[in-house]
Structures are given as structure tokens and as C-alpha cells.
């Protein structure tokens, strides 16, 4: 279908006519009255011979640059001397016009754009220049028929009103204004110009730079600015609601818990005759002072086979050969379409790549403020099961004349905290603007490389205001309000100090007179004293972000040093409510730098500006845990009443002696790993906790054996060192072609989770059994460790951190799938057990560093946690409406849905942040949470309404709160082992409720 479209012409007076100043708006009926007296309409200049529209194949229009002078015009030259006549060309052909600064001895030069309804050819050749006497062009609104489609409707004749005075384009660069998803502009720079609407981009030669305006707009003056006002709005309407997904992924969703059958042992197992010592004496590397040092630098081991051919290609990025961060904020730009968006928070950006209601081939930038949230299904409801902040509101656009259809989307120089995404002109050409992206960024930030830039907007420009004052020398400020009544702020500086001058076009279009080598910075100001704030940190932006961390006894603090370019002064960065709380209490990085610029995150709560190029924060490191039960106000408890410990051994007895390599040996990691961590747990309280150390002794000889089926890799998808994208994973994908076979192991999804278990397993193996820590076994965990959490940038075959994000404060999980709501995590606790698992394997083979990063991600993560995921009622980040859930759900970077992938029973959704119970459960599930979370779902008898292995998992967390009826509900002579997740025990669910007081 295609759309008419109206663009209103401007009556030009000489250059020495009414001060801007004074200028005024006509009406349509003054408009008309000049109409009615203009002279015949005479065209002169140079046709264009290389007019192509891109991504058309059939341009309608040709450009004229038509000289005024005070002489006649030439009588009888053709304007298209081989396809039509002066006289074939009148007012109802034209479609645009706009006006630049004149030449010497030249009144004004008048830059025409005209459909004439046939095709240009090649054989329009150029005229001779040719002068013509004309004061005033026709003030009529004109109707053309654009080859494509657009959004926008076409202005009504109301709207065809006038600019009175000399307009010329060095008074409107001065100037700043509102705009529209439809409308025209022809720039020409370096001889090459562009006209650029909603139907379609136009690249034609011209003599002059011109920026052709497809409506009035009024030019005022203040003494704060001077404004470009756009008309307001007639038959158009802005694109300020976006789109929402209310819909759950189903790729790698099946169920958390292991289901598969359990026989009853037919024997019990025999108790070793001798007991392996424990005293065996392990070297213990110190802690140093920057514990993210290396696990390791060396290859992974041989038995891991080395694989190029992963199936899914990286697309679109150069210049990387480190490992990529597949679960990082900015994976979109190079998965899928690469239209997804990124959250950097509070802003997120995506590529428009010709779509939304700018149909720009630039950045969109967008910011959601709470009231723009939608909830549901029932939006009255309390709570609500989800909020959504829509996406796909074009609010800013940053991009460049340069960009059409041939634009290609790059990234590069990827870390944990930063990219850099650029956009090409066309696949292998320099970029034309290049995005330096790091998380909490106070500004989005655009490196021009010599283009011409170009603002749009799908929201629409109100209006377009520089500022007459620079916050700062060589910068040049911009104030933007849009139609949905948000004030944005850009501001523009160069290494060569040149100004940066803008002229509205449209409602959806600015563009800048010339082009530009230097930076675009866009913020959205929401009042106060944001302003101030922003003005004194323009001109600065961050480039990347390095970690480092230290441990002294029970406290931790870490940091985050920012890399920054531009002017070097400090850095505006935003903080998330946890940040806040954790700020260390003094020095250079203390809340003193936090200042009242706040901005809300669409599912953070508010972020909050901080001027600091290095952020520190203190956290209570939970040093005292261990294997064992433990609490934050009890510390450790180990030791057990002999009718306790009877009760518990009579059981474990029992579950020691199953079938372990049946249970084990399945085609998922993730399966697997969780079997391996139950009998695990059952060995180590019997041999801890229970004081059966010759039977531990014989249920550990067939745990390593089955462990050792993995060292080996000859399970039943061995593992694969993935080269193209660096990391270890599962070969199912690589066999069965389906990316979604365990969970989406091959592509990166939950690797926290899969190799947590393994590694917790083997903290407990070698706990148990110093002599089973050798080489070849300690460099098999340790590339599973290195691989989800390698800690340093040293270590080159994996990325740093590929799960946990230290900017948020918990991992994602979501890996190489394009997702438009972002990343996402699901089960918060398995999250912080892959955590304790890193704590207790450093424990085991004497690595201080990584035992002390392992203490500070606990921390981190459950203060995180109780922030974002786990709600009690006094929670004031997340929104009122949504925090009975008592749990997240699903936490996505865009949205929070109180769901599961694989169900909606409520204890899957709150029982997937439960799993697995282990001594980090007290840490970062609150005794005032979990009651308040049982209140609300499971006392009176509900929780016994629960069938399978939920029904276990609920009353091991009430054992945290009311550990005495954990404790009867699990020695209870009728116990069904039904009730019991595959991947847990009786055994440790008992150790664990009378740890924590449920025997006396």
C-alpha cells in the first residue's frame, strides 16, 4: 500500500527582509493570498543525473538547484531538455523546498524537489545554469505518492502555514525544534545528497548543502536558546506506546527435577574396612590482593576435544579474538536479526535497521518510566503476574545520512561490562558511528567518523532548542522535547572543536548542517537538577570497566574502575539500588559522590547517578560456612544428638547403597550434575555429621567412580572445547542438531547451573579424599569453574565472568539465543549455589582466591537477591503491585514474569528459587522472607497438597523458619520417597533441619 503524503512549501522573502526576531506565522488564508500572486513558477539549475532511492527500484523524484537572482529568466531552456519541457513542470510537481545560505552576489538559493510522475532516466542530462526573477514560491499544499509505505499520515491543509524571513541554514543550525516519521530532507554534503522520507532515501549530486524541510517550522529566540517549534499535529500520531511479549520461550524448558525412577537397593553397602585419612596436607596458594587472579592460563584439558565448528556462527563480530561473552547484556547485536534490544540501565538501545516509526537504519535509544509499565493479564489485580516495560518506542535515533538499506551492525572489543557496536555504511566499509556501550552508562554515546548525523525520533520532535550558552567549552547543547511531553538532552563535542549545528526537518527528523567527526551524547532529563548534572559531565563517556577485589578476614570489598575517553573529566555513571547499599563508607568512592539524578530501570527500581571514574563497595563475607548446616546468627552446626543421628543414619544407610551410576549416567549434564551433588551431600553427612566415616569411605569409592565417567568424558554427550565462541560444552546439540537438548547447554544456556553441581561434588570428593585431587581431576573442574566463572582476562580461552554479572549482582543464564526481552534468569538459588560450589572447591584444593571470590559473590548475590528476586513486604525496589508474588519468577532484563518455563503451579515458581537447599540457603532467603512466603502460600496444610518431589522441597526451606516441623515431617515413619526431587535426599534434608534446630 503507499501513502500520500503532504509537504508544505515556504514563502522566502530577499535577504534583508524581517528580522527572525520578528518573524511571524501566517495562516493558510495569508498563505493562500501570496499564492494567488506569485509569478509562473520558472525552473533553472542542475538536473540530477544520479538520483537513486535506496532500496527502491523505481525513484520518482529529480532535484533542482535553482539559483534566484534579480535577472529574467532564460526563455525557452529546458529544465529536462530529453523528457520534458519548463512549461511540463508546474506548482503541482513540486513537493519540497528548503533554503541555504546564498552565494556571494546571489539573494538566496532555493534547493526544489519534484515528482513528475515518470522514472529520471539517465538521459536527463544537466542543463546550462540558468537564472530565473522570482520572489515567492507557491504556498499550496502538495500530494505525492512515495514508492513505499510509511506510518504517517498526511498533514491536513491547515498546516500549511508560512515562515516569514530570510531562513537561511546558517540561522536555523543555530536553532532547535519537534518531529515526524513522514517528511522529506536533502542534504547534500560533499556533493552527494540524500533525500530522506517516509517513502523511502534518495541519494542525488547537488551544488549546494541544503536541508529541504517537509513542514513549517516557527524559529524563536529566548535567552536560554533558540527554539525550532514544529507545527502541532494534524491526522499523525506518535508512536509512544511500543509492543510487549507476554509469552515464555519454550526452548530447552523441560522441569528441574530428576524424575527419573529410584529402586530401592537391593543390599546395603558394605563399610570400608579402613577409612581414607583426611589429613592428607593440601597446598594453600594465600589470598592475594586482587583475588580475581587466574584459575588457570593453560588449555583445558586434552581430554576435552578442542571443536571449531559450533553450531551457530558468530555473526557480525570483528576484531575479537578473545572468547565472547555469550550471556552478556549485549549479545542481541549479534544473534538473530540483531534488532533485539540491550539494557545498559537505565537506557536500552536497538538497532532500528529500517523499522519502528522512524524506519532509521540508526541506534534507537529508549527510556521506560514506571507509568509506561504494563501489567498483567488482569492489570487490577494485586499482585499482578507480570510487568512489562514496552519496547520498540523509538524515542531517539542517533544515525547518519550515510545509512540506508546496505547498512551491516558489527561488535567488537567485548568484555564483562562494555562493547562496542558500530554501523557501517555497508558490509566491510569504516563505520560511520560507533557505540561504545558499558553497563550503568550515564550517557548513550556515538562516535561519528566524518558522516553527517541525523536525529530521529518515532515519538515525534515537539521541539529542537540550542542552547545559546555551552555547558562547557566545545560542546554544543541541544534540548529535545518530544510529543510524549520527555525532555531529552544532546549534547555534541569534536577533538577539533567545532560546533555542531541542527536544523529540524520534520516531525521525526533533525539533521546536521555538515558533517561530523567527533561525539553525539543523548540523556534523558527528568527535571530538577538532572540538567546541572548532565552539563557538568558532557563530553566524558566510559569505555570499558575493569574488576578487581580484596578479602581481610569476614569483609570483602570490590570494585569497579571505569576506562573513560573524551575529556577526561569525571565520569556520570548509574548505580542500582544495591550499589546504593553498598557503597564503601569513605574514600574517594563513598555515597558522597551519589547524586539526585535518578532514573528508573525497567526491572532494577531506580538508578541513581554517581560521579566517580571507580566504584567500591564492603560486603560481610560468609567465611563460617562450610559443608555443613549453617546459619548467619549460628554459624556452622555439626554436631547432632546420637537419636538424631540414628534417626538420619538408618535412612542414609539406605540411600547410600542406590544405584549411583544409574542415576548418573544420563545424556544431561544437568541431570547428572545433580544426581552426583545428592550422593555428595549424603556421603559427606554421613561422614561429617552422622560419624560413619567406613561407610561414607564405601559410598565415596562409588561416587568417584562415577564422577570419573566424566573426567574421562565418556558420558553420553561428552563435552566439547568450543573454540569459536570459547567455552565448554555439551556435544548433544552437535549430535542431535537440536539446540535446545538439555536445557540449550550446547548454546550456552545455564551453565552455572549444569556444571555447579559438578564442581560442589567435587569440592565434597576431594574434602572427603585429598588423594583424588590430582592434576588431571583438579584440571577437569577447573575448566568447568574457568568456564562459567573465570575470574581474570588472562585466562584466554574463556570470557570473563560468562554467568555471573557483577553490574547486576546475579548471573543470566539465557545463552545464544536472541531474545527481545533481554536475558533472563529463572532459579535465583541454584544461581547462588553455583557460587557456594566455587567457595567450597577453592576450600578444598587450598585456593585462597577463589574460596574468597566464592565468599564475595555469596554476598553480593544475596543482597541482590533480597532486592530483585525474593520480596518481602517493606521491598521498595520492585513495584507494589508486583512484590506478593513473594518471588520473582522469571527475572528478565526487560520484564518480570511470575511464571516458569515449564509451569505454572506455584510451587514451581516459588520452589525453582529454593532448589537445591543447601547452607547458602539461610544466607540469601531471610527468615522474615521465607515466612512471609509460606504464610502466603503453603501453611495450613496447602504445602501437603503438594504432590512429588515439591512437596520435599517446600519443607526443607520451612526448615530455615521452623526447622522443628522440617524435621517431623521428614522422620516421619510413613515418609514417601515420592516426596523427594531426584536430585535430592532424606538423608541431607534431615542433617539439615536438625542443623539448624529441629532436634534437641
Known amino acids: 500500500m503507499k501513502l500520500l503524503y503532504s509537504l508544505i512549501f515556504l514563502q522566502v522573502l530577499a535577504a534583508n527582509a524581517i528580522p527572525h526576531r520578528h518573524r511571524r506565522r501566517q495562516d493558510a488564508s495569508e498563505c493562500s493570498a501570496a499564492s494567488s500572486n506569485a509569478p509562473a513558477l520558472h525552473i533553472s539549475g542542475t538536473i540530477s543525473t544520479s538520483l537513486n532511492q535506496v532500496g527502491a527500484s523505481n525513484p520518482t523524484s529529480v532535484a533542482v538547484v535553482a539559483t ?19 512549461s511540463d513542470i508546474n506548482d503541482d510537481d513540486l513537493i519540497a523546498a528548503a533554503f541555504s545560505e546564498p552565494g556571494e552576489g546571489v539573494a538566496f538559493e532555493e534547493t526544489l524537489v519534484y515528482y513528475n510522475g515518470k522514472s529520471p532516466t539517465s538521459t536527463m542530462t544537466a542543463p546550462a545554469q540558468n537564472t530565473v526573477r522570482s520572489t515567492r514560491v507557491t504556498c499550496q499544499t502538495v500530494q505525492a505518492t512515495p514508492p513505499n509505505t510509511a506510518q504517517a499520515a498526511a498533514p491536513s491543509s491547515t498546516d500549511a502555514t508560512v515562515v516569514s524571513g530570510n531562513n537561511s541554514a546558517s540561522e536555523n543550525s543555530a536553532a532547535s525544534g519537534r518531529t515526524t516519521a513522514s517528511g522529506g530532507i536533502l542534504e547534500s554534503g560533499n556533493s552527494a545528497a540524500v533525500l530522506a522520507s517516509a517513502g523511502g532515501i534518495f541519494l542525488a549530486s547537488m551544488q549546494t548543502s541544503t536541508v529541504i524541510r517537509s513542514v513549517s517550522v516557527l524559529v524563536t529566540s529566548t535567552h ?21 511479549i507476554t509469552s515464555i520461550g519454550s526452548i530447552g524448558t523441560s ?8 529402586l530401592a537397593p537391593s543390599k546395603l553397602l558394605s563399610a570400608t574396612a579402613r577409612a581414607v585419612s583426611q589429613t592428607t596436607s593440601i597446598a594453600v596458594t594465600p589470598v592475594s590482593n586482587d583475588i580475581f587472579q587466574p584459575v588457570a592460563t593453560t588449555m583445558p584439558p586434552s581430554v576435552i576435544n578442542s571443536r571449531s565448528d559450533h553450531p551457530l556462527p558468530r555473526l557480525g563480530i570483528t576484531a575479537q579474538d578473545t572468547p565472547i561473552g555469550t550471556n552478556k547484556f549485549y549479545a542481541n547485536f549479534f544473534l538473530g536479526t540483531q534488532t533485539a534490544g540491550t539494557w545498559t540501565h537505565p537506557y536500552s538501545v536497538a538497532w532500528s535497521k529500517g523499522g519502528g516509526a522512524s524506519t532509521s537504519w540508526g541506534m534507537s535509544i529508549q527510556h521506560i518510566d514506571a507509568d509506561q509499565r504494563v501489567y498483567g493479564p488482569n492489570p487490577s489485580a494485586n499482585p499482578v503476574e507480570y510487568f512489562i516495560d514496552p519496547i520498540g518506542i523509538q524515542s531517539i535515533v542517533l544515525s547518519a ?17 562494555s562493547a562496542n557496536v558500530n554501523l557501517l555504511p555497508s558490509p566491510g566499509a569504516e563505520p560511520a558511528i560507533t557505540f561504545p556501550l558499558v553497563q ?22 515537539r521541539t529542537v532548542t540550542r542552547a545559546n550558552t555551552s555547558p562547557k567549552a566545545g ?33 521525526g527528523l533533525v539533521q546536521a548542517t555538515s558533517n561530523w567527526d567527533g561525539i553525539i551524547q543523548v540523556a534523558k532529563n527528568p527535571g530538577g537538577e538532572a540538567e546541572a548534572i548532565y552539563d557538568a559531565a558532557c563530553g566524558t563517556y566510559a569505555t570499558s570497566a575493569a574488576l578487581s577485589g580484596s578479602a581481610s578476614g569476614t569483609t570483602g570489598t570490590y570494585s569497579l574502575s571505569f576506562s573513560k575517553a573524551g575529556f577526561g573529566s569525571t565520569l556520570l555513571m548509574f548505580a542500582l539500588p544495591h550499589h546504593i547499599q553498598s557503597f564503601s563508607a569513605s574514600g574517594t568512592n563513598s555515597v558522597t559522590t551519589l547524586t539526585s539524578l535518578q532514573l528508573n530501570t525497567t526491572t532494577k527500581g531506580i538508578a541513581t547517578g554517581v560521579i566517580a571514574d571507580t566504584w567500591t563497595f564492603t560486603e560481610n563475607l560468609p567465611t563460617s560456612m562450610g559443608f555443613a548446616p549453617w546459619s548467619p546468627s549460628s554459624g556452622s552446626q555439626s554436631a547432632l544428638s546420637s537419636a538424631t543421628i540414628s534417626t538420619i543414619l538408618s535412612v542414609a544407610k539406605s540411600e547410600v547403597s542406590q544405584n549411583m551410576t544409574s542415576q548418573t549416567d544420563l545424556n544431561s549434564m544437568y541431570y547428572s550434575g545433580k544426581a552426583l551433588a545428592k550422593f555428595a551431600g549424603i556421603i559427606y553427612t554421613i561422614n561429617d555429621l552422622l560419624n560413619d566415616q567406613a561407610l561414607a569411605q564405601a559410598g565415596l569409592a562409588d561416587l568417584k567412580q562415577s564422577f570419573a565417567l566424566f573426567t574421562s568424558n565418556e558420558q553420553q554427550f561428552p563435552l566439547v572445547h568450543d573454540t569459536a565462541w570459547g567455552g565448554i560444552v555439551s556435544s548433544a546439540s552437535y549430535t542431535t542438531g537440536d539446540s535446545g ?10 551453565h552455572h547451573f549444569h556444571y555447579g553441581y559438578f564442581v560442589y561434588a567435587a569440592a565434597v570428593i576431594g574434602y572427603l579424599d585429598p588423594t583424588w585431587l590430582t592434576t588431571e581431576n583438579v584440571a577437569w573442574v577447573n575448566a568447568l569453574v574457568r568456564d562459567y566463572a573465570n575470574p581474570s582476562t588472562l585466562d584466554t580461552y574463556f570470557p570473563v565472568s560468562r554467568n555471573f554479572d557483577w553490574y547486576h549482582g546475579h548471573s543470566w543464564a539465557h545463552g545464544l539465543f536472541e531474545t527481545f526481552d533481554g536475558k533472563d534468569e529463572e532459579s535465583s538459588s541454584e544461581d547462588t549455589m553455583s557460587a557456594y560450589a566455587i567457595k567450597m572447591w577453592g576450600h578444598t584444593i587450598g585456593d585462597a582466591n577463589m574460596e574468597a571470590r566464592g565468599n564475595l559473590q555469596l554476598a553480593v548475590s544475596a543482597r541482590a537477591l533480597q532486592n530483585y528476586f525474593l520480596y518481602t513486604s517493606s521491598n521498595t525496589v520492585e513495584p507494589a503491585r508486583f512484590i506478593g508474588n513473594k518471588v520473582s519468577g522469571i527475572m528478565f532484563e526487560n520484564k518480570i514474569d511470575h511464571t516458569t518455563y515449564f509451569g505454572t503451579n506455584i510451587e514451581y515458581i516459588q520452589g525453582i528459587h529454593m532448589i537445591p537447599l543447601m547452607p547458602f540457603s539461610t544466607l540469601t532467603r531471610s527468615q522474615e522472607f521465607v515466612t512471609e512466603e509460606w504464610n502466603t502460600y503453603f501453611s495450613n496444610g496447602r504445602a501437603d497438597s503438594v504432590s512429588g518431589g515439591w512437596r520435599g522441597i517446600l519443607y526443607a526451606n520451612l526448615a530455615i523458619v521452623q526447622p522443628m516441623a522440617a524435621w517431623t515431617f521428614f522422620s516421619q515413619s510413613g515418609f514417601d520417597s515420592t516426596w523427594l526431587d531426584g536430585g535430592a535426599s532424606q538423608t541431607w534434608y534431615m542433617a539439615l533441619a536438625a542443623g539448624l534446630g529441629g532436634t534437641t
Open 401 to 417: 545520512v550515510e545509512l540506508g538499506s546496505s547498512t551491516s551492525l558489527t561488535i567488537d572489543t567485548m568484555t564483562a561490562f
Open 224 to 244: 536560554s536558546g533558540t527554539a525550532q517549534v514544529l507545527p502541532t499535529l494534524s491526522g499523525q500520531t506518535p508512536a509512544t506506546t511500543g509492543s510487549v
Open 741 to 750: 537438548v538439555d536445557f540449550g547447554n550446547s548454546y550456552y544456556n545455564d
Open 68 to 86: 534566484f537572482e534579480d535577472a529574467p529568466p532564460v526563455s525557452g531552456q529546458s529544465a529536462f531538455p530529453n523528457s520534458a519541457k519548463t
Open 475 to 507: 560542546v554544543t547543547k541541544y534540548t529535545i522535547v518530544l510529543e510524549d511531553g520527555k525532555t531529552w538532552l544532546v549534547y555534541a563535542s569534536s577533538p577539533s572543536g567545532a560546533t555542531l549545528s541542527f536544523i529540524v526537518v520534520s516531525n
Open 440 to 461: 550503568g552508562m550515564g550517557f548513550i554515546t556515538a562516535i561519528y567518523n566524518g558522516g553527517t548525523p541525523i536525529l530521529q525520533s518515532g515519538v515525534f520532535f
Open 255 to 262: 522441569g528441574p527435577l530428576l524424575q527419573t525412577s529410584i
